[in-house]
């Protein structure tokens, strides 16, 4: 006599271990996608904050903006301003600024002199620093102001140009002028 085999038990083995593999298949697939959603998440922060951080470390013009002219060679020979940040705005390095003066002739960018002589030409620097937070440095602290002198290269009567001020951190500050008609020793620049 022959005996027979029930293979029903079998079968429902067989049915576990495959309902536990696709269990195991879709906890592993299912831990990819949100790994790859929070990766993409916190990436995203991340330029958000950067972002944020680029565009609140600007700065801006407080007051006119002067030129000093030659009035025997009828050019302007120099632009102050004060600078100061933006509201909300983080500390500048003004060390590490980029100036370029700009008109029809000339783009230039100008160097950065440490003396901090006036009387120094081709150069721009750090005049005064008003309302001084703590420590004596070229960092742009909120509340504080800088007196900027850039020497330019000698526009003559009603010539447009452009001094753009790029920070190391955050957005080109374009400073539009145009050289008045008639030049005298201090200019107030429209």
Request: hydrophobic share 40%.
């Amino acid at each position: 006599m022959k005996k027979q085999f029930n293979d029903n038990a079998f079968t429902g083995l067989e049915a576990a271990i495959v309902l536990i593999a696709f269990i195991v298949v879709a906890a592993v697939f299912s831990y990819v996608v949100l790994g790859a959603g929070f990766f993409t998440t916190q990436k995203s922060q991340e330029v958000v904050h950067t972002g944020v951080q680029q565009a609140s470390s600007s700065m801006e013009i407080v007051g006119n903006v002067y030129g000093e002219g030659n009035t025997t060679s009828n050019v302007l020979t120099s632009v102050r301003f004060i600078v100061a940040n933006t509201a909300g705005g983080t500390s500048l390095d003004v060390h590490q600024m980029v100036v370029t003066y700009v008109d029809e002739t000339h783009h230039v960018v100008v160097p950065y002199n440490a003396t901090g002589n006036a009387n120094t030409t081709n150069c721009w620097n750090v005049l005064e620093v008003y309302n001084e937070q703590g420590v004596a440095n070229l960092l742009l602290e909120p509340g504080e102001q800088f007196e900027l002198q850039v020497h330019v290269a000698t526009p003559g009567p009603n010539t447009p140009f452009t001094v753009n001020l790029q920070p190391a951190a955050g957005a080109v500050y374009p400073i539009h002028k145009t050289v008045p008609p008639a030049i005298e020793t201090y200019n107030v620049l429209n």
